[in-house]
Nanobody
Framework: QVQLVESGGGLVQPGGSLRLSCAAS????????MGWYRQAPGNQRTLVAG???????NYLDSVKGRFTISRDNAKNTVYLQMNSLKPEDTAVYYC?????????WGQGTRVTVSS
C-alpha cells in the first residue's frame, strides 16, 4: 500500500523559508506526476505546485517565484522549497499525485507563517 509521509513544516516568520519533504513508498514517483497541495482552515485543499515525471513544473499564481518543487526518484522523495513566506501561506501541506490525487492522503505537515 502506498504511503505518503510529509515533513518539514513549522512556525516561521514572514519572509522566512522552509523546505518540505514528501517520502513516497511503493515506487510511485517513477510513474506519477506529483504535486504539493495545501489546505487552510475553512478552505478546500488546493494544488500549489506540480512536477511531471519529465521535470516540468507548474505553480499556483500566488506562489510563483517563491516556491520551487523538485523530485528525487532515487530517494522516492518530493520537495517543496518555500521562500519569502507570507501569512497567507499558512496551511497544512500535503503531497499526492497530480493532477488527480490517486492515493490516500498522508497526515500532512503544518506550516504557520506568523510574527
Amino acid at each position: 500500500q502506498v504511503q505518503l509521509v510529509e515533513s518539514g513544516g513549522g512556525l516561521v516568520q514572514p519572509g522566512g523559508s522552509l523546505r518540505l519533504s514528501c517520502a513516497a513508498s511503493g515506487g510511485i514517483l517513477s510513474i506519477n506526476a506529483m504535486g504539493w497541495y495545501r489546505q487552510a482552515p475553512g478552505n478546500q485543499r488546493t494544488l500549489v505546485a506540480g512536477i511531471t515525471t519529465g521535470g516540468t513544473t507548474n505553480y499556483l499564481d500566488s506562489v510563483k517565484g517563491r516556491f520551487t518543487i523538485s523530485r528525487d526518484n532515487a530517494k522516492n522523495t518530493v520537495y517543496l522549497q518555500m521562500n519569502s513566506l507570507k501569512p497567507e501561506d499558512t496551511a497544512v501541506y500535503y503531497c499526492n499525485s497530480f493532477p488527480a490525487a490517486y492515493y490516500y492522503w498522508g497526515q500532512g505537515t503544518r506550516v504557520t507563517v506568523s510574527s
